[in-house]
């Protein structure tokens, strides 16, 4: 079982920048995910990347603008966010899920956080 803690969230310009932390309970070699859902709308996938850091996908929403990076040493991922809008204003969730690599095959987004709010004035 594997617990995320995403912290980070708050308002911020159009224009502006944030960083989203995404903490694990423990040390995990899962991918991890971003994700934002505005209310009302359908869950939004935002970026990913595998245990190391590698980045894997991107959102072409938030391509250019969104990257993932990855600290082992303190089980925590990143969302750096640039230049936002305020289409980008969602609450923002991180995922983790293993990759079997005897498959070769990625089994799904097991552990979920409770979210951070992002909220972008225009």
């Known amino acids: 079982q594997v617990q995320l803690v995403e912290s980070g969230g708050g308002l911020v310009q159009a224009g502006g920048s944030l960083r989203l932390s995404c903490e694990a309970s423990?040390?995990?070699?899962?991918?991890m995910g971003w994700f934002r859902r505005v209310p009302g709308k359908e869950r939004e996938f935002v970026a990913s990347c595998t245990w190391n850091g590698d980045p894997l996908e991107t959102a072409d929403s938030v391509k250019g603008r969104f990257s993932m990076s990855r600290d082992h040493n303190k089980n925590t991922v990143y969302l750096e966010m640039n230049m936002l809008t305020s289409d980008d204003t969602a609450i923002y969730y991180c995922?983790?899920?293993?990759?079997?690599?005897?498959?070769?095959?990625?089994?799904?987004?097991?552990?979920w956080g409770q979210g951070t709010q992002v909220t972008v004035s225009s």
């Open positions: 423990s040390r995990t070699f899962y991918n």
């Open positions: 995922a983790a899920g293993p990759y079997d690599t005897t498959s070769d095959r990625f089994r799904g987004w097991l552990y």
